[in-house]
């Protein structure tokens, strides 16, 4: 069982930054793909950002790229996502997953653990 953690969410103007973080309880966190992943008000959930197990492999929504970034401290357990030129359309519950991999992959689905989400509001 891996719990996830997500912080740094918080009210921003439109074309601010934010800092979201995910720490993960494993000991194993080098074997999971990470992935962020957020659900706007009435919006189903839909696929943000992923990164595979070293960093190496990296996929992004179409929506975000350019404009967010992730990575991941596999020393400090925990997975990041840079979110920068915000718009109100990126007002949204964001979270985390993880899923484990043999593979160096970075996928937008079947992911096995989820966070508890941090809810990020970009004013216009």
């Known amino acids: 069982q891996v719990q996830l953690v997500e912080s740094g969410g918080g009210l921003v103007q439109a074309g601010g930054s934010l800092r979201l973080s995910c720490a993960a309880s494993?000991?194993?966190?080098?074997?999971?793909?990470m992935g962020w992943f957020r659900q706007a008000p009435g919006k189903e959930r839909e696929f943000v950002a992923a990164?595979?197990?070293?960093?190496?492999?990296?996929y992004y929504a179409d929506s975000v790229k350019g404009r967010f970034t992730i990575s991941r401290d596999n020393a400090k357990n925990t997975v990041y996502l840079q979110v920068s030129s915000l718009k109100p359309e990126d007002t949204a519950v964001y979270y985390c997953?993880?899923?484990?991999?043999?593979?160096?992959?970075?996928?937008?689905?079947?992911?096995?653990?989820w966070g508890q989400g941090t809810p990020v509001t970009v004013s216009s």
């Open positions: 494993t000991r194993t966190f080098s074997r999971y793909a």
């Open positions: 997953a993880a899923k484990f991999s043999v593979t160096d992959r970075a996928t937008a689905s079947d992911y096995d653990y």
């Open positions: 990164i595979s197990r070293t960093g190496d492999n990296i």
